[in-house]
């Protein structure tokens, strides 16, 4: 989540008119590829396990209780998950764990930034400024590929039937985006001109992609989002964002889009010609989780003072459930049921319906949580474990 944080200081400023073309290139350039993590441009290509192929990579513990694994050798980036099972995203190895904290199976890797993202039954890794992905779901890795002419990767997104959407770097656009089959079959493509598509989302149907992408317009950060369908070469509809970075799309909806930047915006399909509804955090939104109702919740730094944790829940609709204030600095959240769970350091708060359900005490400090089989896990760069 520091990305968002930069996304909304970086602002460019101009004191001179000749200036204002190289300011906005750059501004683009940074944001959209420096921000991201777009600045290798090697090439690494993925590599399947050999016999005790990752052993040598990391060594995993199930703690005593049965509750946590360690993973020694390499970091761990992030955790996703879907159908019960955890993604454990490392600096070298994709490793699949079920909620008991058994490791199902483990896919080495070399890409130097890599990334996973993930729906109800597929997921994808991909390699950001470069060209390999790879589509996995609980038993295993079921396809391996290259973007179109191997233009490096920007963003990628997929969908419960496996159909995915890969956003590349081009030499006729600024960027472009690419749906496929699970199979890597080409089904449409769409040339974004001016802007980086830097994250996207797929429609239930599959047959539509909502796209936000970051440019500059007059020496300042211009963010934009499109509505694609496959039936057609131009975006069904578009709306801008000036001075403001975006850093996620979703449907909460079959209609309806929600973005992320220093405010959450929900946009109305069928109503496009009106204004999207907007809704102001009390400061930068430090970490957002949408559920598959559509509910989110979005935690940022909290108005009483230092070390303090602002919490709202939003229905589909862009209605305030509740706002509450926790202690400590804002890290994580995520929603289970009618809680939220909400991480500040060491200490993970459940909260429902506008009250403090429960305080649980980690012996380590967390970087993010993780929904699981019906279980809250906490997960740092070494370590996976069970919230109790």
């Known amino acids: 989540m520091r990305m968002k944080k930069k996304l909304q200081k970086l602002k460019v400023k101009l004191s001179q008119r000749n200036m204002i073309v190289i300011v906005a290139v750059s501004a683009v350039i940074i944001v959209a590829l420096g921000v991201f993590g777009f600045l290798r441009s090697d090439f690494h290509n993925a590599y399947s396990d050999g016999e005790n192929g990752s052993e040598s990579l990391f060594s995993s513990i199930v703690s005593s209780d049965g509750k946590g694994v360690t993973f020694t050798g390499n970091d761990i980036i992030t955790v996703k998950s879907f159908s019960g099972r955890m993604f454990v995203l490392t600096e070298k190895l994709l490793a699949s764990v079920d909620s008991d904290g058994e490791i199902k199976y483990t896919k080495v890797h070399n890409y130097k930034n890599p990334a996973i993202e993930v729906s109800d039954k597929y997921g994808i890794l991909f390699n950001r400024n470069s060209h390999e992905y790879m589509i996995f779901t609980t038993k295993g890795i079921i396809n391996e590929g290259a973007s179109d002419e191997e233009n490096d990767i920007i963003a990628a997104a997929i969908n419960g039937d496996g159909t995915f959407a890969l956003s590349t770097k081009s030499d006729s656009s600024a960027s472009k985006v690419y749906l496929h089959t ?19 989302d797929i429609h239930s149907s599959s047959k539509k992609i ?27 509809c578009d709306f801008s964002l000036e001075g403001e970075g975006i850093t996620d799309i979703k449907y909460t909806g079959k209609n309806i889009i929600s973005l992320f930047t220093g405010k959450r915006v929900l946009y109305d399909i069928k109503a496009a010609k009106g204004a999207p509804q907007k809704s102001e955090f009390t400061s930068s939104a430090v970490s957002t989780y949408t559920d598959g109702s559509g509910n989110t919740a979005v935690i940022s730094d909290g108005i009483g003072g230092f070390d303090k944790t602002s919490l709202t829940l939003y229905t589909s609709k862009n209605q305030v459930k509740y706002t509450m204030e926790l202690d400590g600095k804002p890290g994580d959240v995520v929603l289970k049921g009618k809680s939220a769970f909400v991480l500040c350091g060491n200490v993970v708060y459940e909260t429902a319906k506008g009250k403090l359900r429960n305080t649980s005490t ?19 760069s070494g370590f996976l474990k069970e919230v109790e």
């Open 210 to 236: 909502a796209v936000g992408a970051i440019g500059a317009s007059g020496g300042e950060i211009l963010s934009k989002s499109y509505l694609l369908d496959i039936y057609s070469d131009k975006a069904q």
């Open 362 to 380: 980690l012996d380590f400090t967390a970087e993010g949580l993780v929904v699981s089989g019906g279980k809250i896990f906490a997960y740092s």
């Open 182 to 200: 699970k199979k890597g079959e080409k089904k449409y493509i769409w040339a974004c001109g001016e802007e980086y598509a830097v994250t996207m």
